[in-house]
Antibody, heavy 118, light 107 residues
Framework: QVQLKESGPGLVQPSQTLSLTCTVS????????VHWVRQHSGKSLEWMGRMWSDGDTSYNSAFTSRLSISRDTSKSQVFLKMNSLQTEDTGTYYCAREGYYSSSFDYWGQGVMVTVSS | DIQMTQSPSFLSASVGERVTLSCKAS??????LDWYQQKLGEAPKLLIYNTNNLHTGIPSRFSGSGSGTDYTLTISSLQPEDVATYFC?????????FGAGTKLELK
C-alpha cells in the first residue's frame, strides 16, 4: 500500500541546515509528485515545495533561496534541505503525495517534529 | 499569494447535528479547493478535492460545495469521530495556501 515516512534530526541549531528524507513505498516517484508541507505547533499548514514526477521542482517564494528539494528515485526518497534555520522554523514537517487524478494531497507521511534551538 | 479565510475558527456541535464550515478565498480559485481533516496528533487527511469530490473511503455525510471565492464543507450528521480540525487548501495558484482551520468539538 501507499506509504510515506519522514525522517531527520529532531533538533537543529539556529543558523544550521535542516535535512529531511521522505521515503515512499507503494508508488513510483517517476509517476507521482511529492510535496513538503510544514505545520507550526498544531496551527495552520504551509506549503513549502514540490518534487514533480519528471524531476522538476517548485518552491514557495516565502522560503526564497533557503530551500532545496531533490530525490533519489532508485531509493524512492525525496529530500528537503533548508538552510539558515531560525526558531520560527520549528514545527512538524510532512511529505505528501499528489494524487494522479485529484492533484490533491491524497497520502501523507506521519510527519517529523523539528525543533530549532541552541 | 491567495489568502484563505476559514470561519468559524471554533465550532461546538451535538452528535447528529448538521455542521457547515466555510472557506473564503481572496480571489477566484476556480473550484481548486480541497478540505482536509486533522485529528489530534495525526497527519491531515484528504476529505474532498476540487470543491465537491469525495475522496476514496470518506463517509458520504461529508460534502462540499462552492464556486468563485466561497466554499463550504458540510457534515450532514455529526459523529463523535468527526472531532478534528478542518483545513481548506487552494490549488489554483502558486504558492498553494491553506486556511487557518476550524476546530470542531462536541457539545
Amino acid at each position: 500500500q501507499v506509504q510515506l515516512k519522514e525522517s531527520g534530526p529532531g533538533l537543529v541549531q539556529p543558523s544550521q541546515t535542516l535535512s529531511l528524507t521522505c521515503t515512499v513505498s507503494g508508488f513510483s516517484l517517476t509517476s507521482y509528485s511529492v510535496h513538503w508541507v510544514r505545520q507550526h505547533s498544531g496551527k495552520s499548514l504551509e506549503w513549502m515545495g514540490r518534487m514533480w514526477s519528471d524531476g522538476d521542482t517548485s518552491y514557495n517564494s516565502a522560503f526564497t533561496s533557503r530551500l532545496s528539494i531533490s530525490r533519489d528515485t532508485s531509493k524512492s526518497q525525496v529530500f528537503l534541505k533548508m538552510n539558515s534555520l531560525q526558531t520560527e522554523d520549528t514545527g512538524t514537517y510532512y511529505c505528501a503525495r499528489e494524487g494522479y487524478y485529484s492533484s490533491s494531497f491524497d497520502y501523507w507521511g506521519q510527519g517529523v517534529m523539528v525543533t530549532v534551538s541552541s | 499569494d491567495i489568502q484563505m479565510t476559514q470561519s468559524p475558527s471554533f465550532l461546538s456541535a451535538s452528535v447528529g447535528e448538521r455542521v457547515t464550515l466555510s472557506c473564503k478565498a481572496s480571489q477566484n480559485i476556480n473550484k481548486y479547493l480541497d478540505w482536509y481533516q486533522q485529528k489530534l496528533g495525526e497527519a491531515p487527511k484528504l476529505l474532498i478535492y476540487n470543491t465537491n469530490n469525495l475522496h476514496t473511503g470518506i463517509p458520504s455525510r461529508f460534502s462540499g460545495s462552492g464556486s468563485g471565492t466561497d466554499y463550504t464543507l458540510t457534515i450532514s450528521s455529526l459523529q463523535p469521530e468527526d472531532v478534528a480540525t478542518y483545513f481548506c487548501l487552494q490549488r489554483n495558484s502558486w504558492p498553494y495556501t491553506f486556511g487557518a482551520g476550524t476546530k470542531l468539538e462536541l457539545k
